[in-house]
């Protein structure tokens, strides 16, 4: 069989040059830029930083930094090595390695996740681009919560805003994708990557150099063991498959666009360290100036558009750092969609022969209605629930707690058993040029067995499975 794919998955790569077929990345620094563009998203800004703080701080970030090295990196760079070696979408590349086999079903889960994901995300980004036009006109200018929080909820709960700002956003990054691989998805995170860093590190100054600063990065780094339960380890496996975007086909379409001499496990390491950094930074951008005006950090959204606008309000030239964080938010959500909306355009484009252009409006148009669905979750279908959840929250529980995980899963069964050490191996040397013999033994380990047994101990623990198998073994325990 593995001769077979070989011959496959070698003419979809001379494909690549013949005629121009396939667009990819061009450069080793277009790479990256893309592939921690899409890493680097919302998950930085309001996931990681408040999980951190009420989840032990420092003790939080060792787990998570354990679960990101054992599950996390196993999988992505398991999804990027596949998806180079195919050269095609999430679900041919499945079909392309396992032909006449299931495991395409991954794929096909990966563009369901991918839906369902933005469907949520962009309408966050959608509140996150209308707060850049807020900030700049003094909207939301001023220090007392209750009062940022009544405009917070007047935008959220108005369905034609809600709606309107997320169309807006989908036309930006439909856009964006339209232009295609290098000159859209490349050309745009190559120059808004650098930005953002800089941004970061401007805010960092100004909350570190706030009076009272040290609280907040007490709150961030002090290590808190005592707060770390079973719980805390779902959590941060769920938010390592999400910041790194696995689980899910983004990484098998993006590794498609890799360069063939880029070295994977090199440079899914450093998004990986890159990614924690900013993560770091904008806790740091953060916390610091929330303690430093005596605000309560709050959970996700709130934290993001009741706090954060009462704590700029609250300092000198305020609104001017406002303006400057959303559009940092703006800028990470932006390369998270793009990766995201990718998926089902990449599956479409070559699966389906559709043009770049149909694939992108059909998409997009479907993601308008699905979309309004979680748009609307604040205002017109605020009682409309199922198990308990609105349109909004299901979207983000099934992704992040059951698709992700799952996906990542079947990937590294399928990597470490099916597929094996002789493909992993040529596959992660660039066909032996690489001299990296030691790590890809160390990645097969990892991916073969402590990786599937984590995910499924954790996911199973998760939807409450595992106390009922252990109480059908024994009903004393
Ligand atoms: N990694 C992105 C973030 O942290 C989210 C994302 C998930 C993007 C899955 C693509 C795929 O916000």
């Not at 745009?188 to 706030?210: H, Y």
Request: proline share 4%.
């Amino acid at each position: 069989m593995s001769s077979l794919v070989g011959e496959v998955a070698g003419s979809a790569v001379e494909g690549r040059e013949g005629k121009g077929v396939r667009d990819g990345f061009t450069t080793g620094l277009g790479v990256i830029a893309a592939t921690l563009g899409s890493a680097v998203g919302l998950g930085n800004i309001w996931k990681f930083p408040f999980m951190t703080g009420v989840n032990g701080g420092a003790a939080f970030i060792i787990i998570y930094l354990l679960s990101t090295l054992l599950v996390g990196l196993p999988v992505m760079i398991s999804e990027t090595m596949l998806g180079r070696k195919a050269r095609a979408d999430a679900i041919t590349t499945l079909r392309k390695v396992a032909p006449k086999q299931l495991w395409w079903l991954i794929g096909a889960s990966g563009v369901l996740a991918a839906f369902l994901i933005l469907a949520f995300y962009t309408e966050v980004a959608a509140w996150v681009f209308a707060y850049i036009f807020k900030a700049a006109f003094g909207e939301i200018l001023s220090t007392n919560p209750e009062v940022t929080s009544a405009a917070f909820g007047s935008l959220i709960s108005n369905p034609v805003q809600s709606l309107l700002w997320q169309w807006g956003v989908l036309v930006v990054i439909s856009a964006i994708i339209i232009a295609g691989v290098s000159k859209g998805i490349e050309n745009t995170t190559k120059r808004l990557m650098p930005v953002l860093f800089l941004i970061l590190v401007m805010l960092c100054i100004r909350s570190l150099t706030l009076p009272g600063a040290a609280q907040g990065l007490a709150f961030l780094f002090t290590p808190d063991f005592s707060k770390v339960t079973g719980a805390t380890v779902l959590t941060a496996m769920g938010l390592s498959f999400f910041k790194l975007s696995v689980g899910m086909g983004t990484m098998i379409t993006y590794g498609s666009y890799f360069r063939d001499d880029q070295d994977i496990p090199a440079t899914t390491t450093k998004v990986m360290l890159a990614d924690l950094l900013v993560s770091m930074l904008a806790g740091i951008a953060i916390f610091p100036a929330v303690f430093a005006f005596g605000f309560e950090p709050g959970a996700g959204p709130s934290l993001l558009f009741i706090t954060i606008p009462a704590v700029f309000a609250s300092m000198p030239f305020g609104n001017i750092f406002m303006v400057l964080f959303f559009i940092l938010a703006a800028i990470a959500a932006t390369g998270a969609m793009l990766s995201l909306l990718e998926v089902p355009v990449a599956f479409l484009t070559e699966k389906k022969n559709y043009s770049r252009v149909k694939a992108t409006l059909l998409t997009s148009g479907l993601l308008a209605l699905i979309g309004s669905t979680a748009a609307l979750s604040n205002s017109t279908l605020s009682g409309v629930t199922l198990f308990g959840m609105t349109f909004f929250d299901l979207y983000d529980y099934l992704t992040s707690n059951i698709l992700l995980p799952v996906g990542g899963l079947f990937i590294s069964i399928f990597v470490g058993w099916v597929w094996g050490y002789k493909e992993v191996k040529q596959a992660l040397s660039n066909e032996g040029v690489l001299n990296n013999e030691k790590i890809i033994q160390l990645f097969f380990g990892i991916v073969k067995v402590v990786t599937p047994i984590l995910v499924a101990v954790v996911l199973l623990n998760g939807l409450g499975v595992l106390e009922e198998l252990l109480w059908l073994l024994h009903p004393s325990l």
